[in-house]
């Protein structure tokens, strides 16, 4: 086996959406990880907030940082303390957010991060759907502790958030209404939607009213109309709009940290106080035994992640950036290796 990779990197936070590619050594493993052989990686638009510093108050990174937070791969080496994965297995990921590095030859991840990957998929669609699948369970599970028998709202639903959102709900006995562009109704209804408003012709604002919780796609251009929706009681997880002081509080930061992100989110946070709801925000983490709850949904409900038709490869990081920042790319944008 040879000794070095190519890895994208960045050597500083920066305003350019840009990355380097360079040779650099393939990561030795500790006792808890595996290395993995890179077939597919995704690009999110997670890796824009990461490339400009955005987030570096919810985690900093050290340089050379080499980039990238989901993706699929075969396992080359377990380490000493690893017990259910084995050389040669298929596994994805969304990688740990303190060691991120899907954009490379090789990576070492911590093997609570992994499962094994949906029979159902490819390294290309299995690439695409860790993160996707992790932000739904997790916003579903435990920022919203979303009971039996009360109604979720996901509008903006019919991308692939919602596939992997819609099939998750469903199984713990919510009633699901989204709302997206009329070519995704069908498929939407197939996999569990008990609702669905095409956003062209009808205005949710105005056909619903007492939803128990919603969960944002579209940021804070759509908050206020959210809040109208959801009845007093009721719950607003964000993936977008911006953390507040919940957030900071349920991530343990420092105290300093915690006064920072209760004024970022104030303006929030008071709008939805006015009408009795509570307002979250997410941010995704890795746990390879969701991600195994996950697997079971994509392959019973055989969702398959949208992609974007353009592969990339390594070389040609720069322009997959480019699209994912400032194209409207038709689903995930996928680097092979």
């Known amino acids: 086996m040879n000794t070095h990779m190519k890895a994208a990197q960045i050597a500083k936070y920066s305003k350019e959406i840009q990355a380097q590619v360079n040779d650099i050594a393939i990561p030795e493993i500790t006792d808890n990880e595996v290395l993995v052989r890179v077939k597919s990686a995704a690009v999110n638009p997670l890796e824009m907030l990461i490339i400009t510093g955005s987030v570096k108050l919810i985690q900093d990174y050290k340089f050379p940082l080499t980039l990238g937070n989901e993706l699929a791969g075969v396992i080359e080496k377990v380490g000493k303390n690893v017990k259910e994965f084995y050389a040669g297995d298929e596994i994805y990921t969304r990688l740990p957010l303190k060691k991120i590095g899907a954009f490379a030859e090789y990576a070492a991840i911590d093997a609570a991060a992994i499962a094994p990957m949906p029979k159902n998929l490819s390294y290309e669609e299995a690439a695409a759907a860790a993160l996707t699948g ?30 992997m959102a819609v099939p998750i709900a469903k199984a713990m006995g919510l009633n699901v209404i989204v709302s997206g562009n009329s070519q995704a109704r069908e498929r939407t209804l197939e996999i569990g939607a008990d609702r669905y408003l095409d956003y062209t012709k009808e205005n949710y604002v105005d056909l619903l009213s007492n939803v128990d919780y919603v969960m944002d796609t579209l940021g804070a251009k759509e908050f206020d109309n959210e809040l109208k929706v959801i009845k007093p009681g009721g719950k607003l997880l964000s993936l977008r709009t911006g953390p507040n002081k919940r957030f900071a509080e349920d991530n343990n930061f420092p105290w300093w940290k915690q006064k920072l992100f209760s004024l970022a989110g104030a303006k929030y946070d008071n709008k939805a106080k006015k009408r009795d709801v509570e307002y979250r925000f997410i941010f995704v983490r890795s746990d390879g035994a969701q991600l195994k709850e996950i697997t079971n949904v994509i392959e019973e409900y055989n969702i398959v992640p949208p992609l974007h038709h353009r592969r990339f490869s390594i070389g040609e990081i720069n322009e997959a950036l480019e699209l994912v920042a400032t194209g409207r790319p038709k689903g995930k944008v996928i680097i092979n290796f």
């Open 134 to 163: 992790l932000t739904a369970y997790q916003g579903l599970h435990e920022e919203l502790e979303a009971r039996p028998g009360k109604s979720v709202f996901i509008p903006g639903g019919s991308g692939s958030f919602g596939q």
